[in-house]
């Protein structure tokens, strides 16, 4: 059997709507016999009626509602259709849910599923990875799984996370990860993974870019380089001693991520390293991001503007001489 | 079968009803309170009024740090919003609903402990003046953005109606000004989609901030819009405490007995600055001149006197009573602790071990 990340996804929603009755699902298009855009809720409304409910196209009121029904007890997952569009839930996400614990005391467990990153034709505005947005802001845990295991286990924690969680799945991952089996446990939202061991240099990582990374390691493997590679597995909290450490091993850095490069989560990882570990490094560290434009549409342009393993390779490569 | 507002009788707990829209009807003319909560509201009024007066004084003599928002001239309003709600119910006031916020029962020291930051109160210095609340007990804390709340009551209702819970109802306020936000629509909309019990009044005192009416919308009515969202839509005189305890009192039975989302839209004058900075003299004398313009305090106050339901000592008594209450609540609140930023415990989030360490 083989399991996908995107049914990984679906897995772990009928999971919690079977164990636990103050879950539902909000969206647009989650319900019926549709079953979502990409169809990560397929399945579900007719095996849990009432609990899987379509939304008007509404993303400030999606949130609003699914914080008000936190706060009374619920467990509620908002489906953004794209990640893209959470951008007119912002202050809904932000200014409320990101707030509620702080000022009130009461906390709001809400998890809003974001369909994110970059796939071939999808233009500028189906195509956005906003995990650093959100992580700017207080109040919110910021996911972004890269395996069909951590998609599952991390989901599930999401929800039972009693705090808001911006899950950020990655559409192209979809249907491009597979999995033998769902596991039972995963690591602690938190911490970060070793993805791949080495000792020239620690290249940080999440989401799909940790592939690019993993095919770029690999890549450089034949040249006779170690790289090892760090997986974020959530930007916020940032798990910095797990970076910390393995760049106390390779005293090289390379942090890559598919968004907008100004103040992003490579930005922030560097920021750590260097003020807390500039004794370990070497060599300046260093950065691949997504070019400083919105995201073209062809196919050509796209997958220029997005960082490949080969530019990794390359700013990989100029690291290690330095 | 309920009573509606038009004084005929519908169906109640169906789905998609023939909605109703109405201006106000014709006053009785009667000379006894002409509402069984008519005293109850007046209290909750005086009181509110008299808080709002101190408060605005301690403002102008730098006791209070940032700034200080009175409802004046809206007390008959947001009195009607608070007085009908009961234990279970959802309230998600505004920036003007010092009388509501009394009337449902948010302790006049929490408000005095608010707007000092003591670390007692609801908010323990950590938000300020109108952002206060105890969700628990059914009062949210509003955030700034005008009409985000509109949705996080529907939500609330709808979780209390998958508990199972019976006869709970959602009130929120809102400006005309904030009726203008994409929040406000979506807010209004998902309330019929969702079909929750949830009333909703906009009180348009004809000013957002310093902007008049013609620049903030270009419809005849607000209420008419209530039937394009699905709601019920009701008009009322913000000046006549009577009516307002009428026609908001009317809205929160029906919004109890299953009808679809009520509306009310409510006209009178802001009778103060936006805040207590704002000198409003953007509002010219032909304006206050209007019938809207009148303060609802004092035509109740005359109406109760005019009319001798209350002597002028018991007046009197019930104006000492205020002024006592108010003493009390920031003399209490005075004697409190602040916070202190060294002490203070700086995670956003109730699951610690997930705080980021960032620096
Ligand atoms: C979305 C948003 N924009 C701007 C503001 C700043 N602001 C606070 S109150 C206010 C005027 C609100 O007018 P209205 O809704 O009519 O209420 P009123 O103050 O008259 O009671 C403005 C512009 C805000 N709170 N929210």
Redesign the interface.
Known sequence: MSITYLEAIREAQAKLLRDDKRV?IYGQDVGGTFGGAFKATKGLAKEFPGRVLN??I?????????????????R?IVEMQFADFSS?AL??VL??A???????G??CPITIRLPSGGTKGSGPFHSQSMEALYSHY????VMTPATVEDAYTMLIEAVA???PVVYCEHKYLYYHLKADRLPSEGLP??QARIARVGRDLTIVSYSAMLHESLTAAEKLAREGLEIEVVDLRSV???D?ATVLASVARTGRLLAVGESFPWGGVTA?VIA?VA?EGFHLLDAAPARVNAKDTPIPYHPNLWSAHRPSSDAIVAKARQLLRE | MIENFLGSTADVGYNRPMLQTARPKEKPGIAGPPHERYFDAFGWMLLARTFEEKLASLYRGGRITGGVYVGKGQEAVSVACGIFLRKGD?FAPLIRDQAGRSAFGEPLVDVARTYLGSRQG??RG??GNI?R????EGQ??M???LG?????????????R??GEKGFIGLTTIGEGGMQT??TH??L??AA??QVPLVVVATNNHFAYSTPNEREFACQALVDRALGYGFEGYEVDGTDLAACLDVIGSAVKRARAGRPPQLVVASILRLAGHGEHDDFSYVTEDIRKQPFARDCLQLAERFITENKLVDAETLRAWRDQAAQEVEQAFSTAQKEPVPEGTEEDWC????R???????
């Open positions: 539902f939304t008007p509404s993303e400030d009121a999606m949130v609003g509602t699914a914080i008000g029904a936190a706060m009374e007890g619920m509620p007119i202050n809904q200014n409320n990101g707030t509620i614990f702080w000022r009130t009461i906390s207080p109040g919110l845990i996370i009693d705090d939202v938190g916020k909290p940032l910095t922030e750590r003020a | 959802v609801p908010m950590r938000d952002h609340g105890r969700p628990r949210l804390a955030i700034s953005h985000a709340m509109i949705s996080v009551v529907v939500g609330s209702l709808m979780a209390k998958w508990r994409g929040s979506e807010g909309n998902i989609v969702e956003a989030i109730s699951t071990v997930l705080c980021d360490q960032a620096e």
